[in-house]
């Protein structure tokens, strides 16, 4: 690395700024750790700090997990912030499956490239092979299992998807020159024990935490979801491995301090643990770089003072079926409407769940329940309220999304899978564009035939918001959520 980079990685790492956190992890020959740039250990020496652009390079080149800073709590980079979709998107997938086994090729295949092209790539992108980031992945997650958590080692190996204890013992001594029982010795833990867990996922500041807990706790379907001040709460449905359906809950907090959200989950999830991380932090919207939207985004408060608050995220979702049919339901009523109906196909189609927490008692139907309703959808769904159109509809979501028509997770093409979105009867633009907010994560999406949008952005005409939203390419998802709070807090009226 050339001596002028280095100096702008080391001056970054002596800033503790927060807007690089994530953004490299700083090697030290000195002591063999790796940190992350805000690590508040004693700064090394110039001379004895390397850097690399993942935690997977950092291990790769013999460097060990700091203790104090915690690279596995780093937060990600968000999809549109990447050069390269395709390597950024196999990264994303090979953390939410490192515990199901997934294989290279099955990868390659879902992202429609060869298993070459995708090493390739990948290795250029991220100077590591696929196999050795997903080994990475499983290491870390296990060591924040074994600093968050009593789970036993053994629950810890598989939940992180080791196939073996042996083979988890070996790499684990191997990239970190200790045993798991070690670490847990010198972190001071008490003895192992199962039940619910709780775990850290990281996130760049600000964070509006708030508004994110008052768009949710507006929307939120009873029986399902449950939202108090400072918490959020739902149920959840998973495959494993195996095809096995699993059934759980959720608790997330905020740690501002720290910069994490804290994570309770039930012990029945324990084993699908990457995956429903991944579909929290989806949900959450963690992904988020506020700086790199800043000056983007910045320019809405010419529009009018107080549209764009910085660190408002876009709340997207656990279960893409799910949002799909709330968007549905939500179209030409109220958002109160919309959510009783949402609770009333809960509470007659969904699964009933005991949890420990009083409120949720359901899991919404999934794509697989409605298609195998009998009789004509219609009547199934129209006692309950939901006009024969929209009912139609719902079924149609449910088999293109059994059928594997519509792809929320792996999707490349945002744009594509609206287009097929629209196909489907009774699906237009604002619900197409929607689901590709919340369901799919598409940073860019703009409904600029939305009511509160067009009221927000008077006395602008439609072909002048479309144009004006062109200056907050590629981030107008943000730019939608901030104008929907500032409509909903009044601020139109200002």
Request: glycine letters at 6%.
């Amino acid at each position: 690395m050339e001596e002028q980079k280095k100096n702008i990685y080391y001056d970054a790492f002596r800033s503790k700024d927060q807007r690089f956190d994530g953004q490299f992890f700083v090697g030290i020959t000195s002591t063999g750790i790796y940190c992350r740039p805000i690590c508040s250990a004693r700064l090394p020496r110039k001379e004895n700090c390397h850097y690399f652009k993942t935690a997977a390079a950092a291990e790769q080149a013999g460097f060990r997990p700091c203790l104090l800073c915690r690279p596995e709590l780093a937060p990600e980079k968000s999809i549109a912030a990447t050069a390269n979709t395709i390597a950024s998107r196999a990264a994303r997938l090979l953390k939410e499956n490192c515990g199901s086994g997934l294989r290279l090729t099955e990868l390659a295949n879902r992202l429609g490239c060869t298993n070459r092209h995708l090493r390739r790539i990948f290795a250029e992108e991220y100077y590591v092979t696929p196999v050795k980031y997903m080994q990475t992945c499983r290491l870390l997650l296990a060591k924040n299992l074994l600093t968050d958590t009593q789970l036993s080692i053994t629950e810890i190996a598989m939940a992180a998807g080791f196939g073996s204890l042996r083979r988890f013992n070996e790499l684990f001594q191997k990239h970190y020159r200790m045993a798991p029982a070690m670490l847990r010795k010198e972190l001071k833990q008490g003895k192992t024990k199962g039940g619910d867990i709780t775990v850290g996922i990281g996130y760049r500041p600000p964070y509006d935490w708030h508004r994110m807990l008052a768009f949710l706790a507006l929307r939120a379907i009873p029986g399902v979801e449950l939202v108090q001040p400072d918490r959020y709460m739902r149920t959840i449905r998973l495959l494993d491995r195996n095809n096995a359906h699993l059934t759980g809950w959720i608790m997330v907090r905020n740690y501002a301090e720290k910069n994490v959200l804290k994570v309770t989950i039930s012990e029945s999830l324990v084993t699908v643990l990457p995956q429903l991380l991944a579909r929290i932090k989806r949900l959450f919207d963690v992904y988020c770089d506020p700086e790199s939207m800043y000056d983007r985004l910045s320019s809405m408060n010419t529009v009018k003072p107080g549209l764009y608050v910085k660190g408002m995220r876009v709340p997207g979702c656990t279960d893409p079926f799910e949002m799909a049919v709330r968007a549905v339901l939500g179209q030409q009523i109220t958002i109160k409407a919309a959510r009783t109906l949402a609770g009333r196909m809960a509470v007659s189609l969904g699964t009933p769940i005991v949890t420990d927490i009083n409120g949720l008692v359901y899991v919404f139907p999934s794509a697989e329940k409605i298609m195998a309703l009998q009789g004509p959808i219609e009547d199934r769904l129209g006692p309950l309220g939901i006009i024969a159109s929209r009912a139609r509809t719902i079924r149609a979501l449910a088999q293109a999304f059994c059928e594997g028509e519509i792809d929320c997770i792996t999707c490349l093409d945002p744009e594509k899978e609206m287009k097929k979105l629209m196909e489907l009867p009774g699906i237009g633009a604002w619900t197409a564009g929607y689901i590709a907010m919340r369901a799919i994560g598409w940073t860019d999406a703009f409904l600029e035939t939305d009511y509160g949008i067009k009221q927000a952005m008077q006395p602008m005409t439609s072909r002048e918001i479309l144009q004006k939203a062109e200056d907050w390419h590629p981030w107008r998802s943000y730019a939608v959520m901030n104008i929907w709070n500032y409509v909903s807090e009044g601020g139109n009226k200002k």
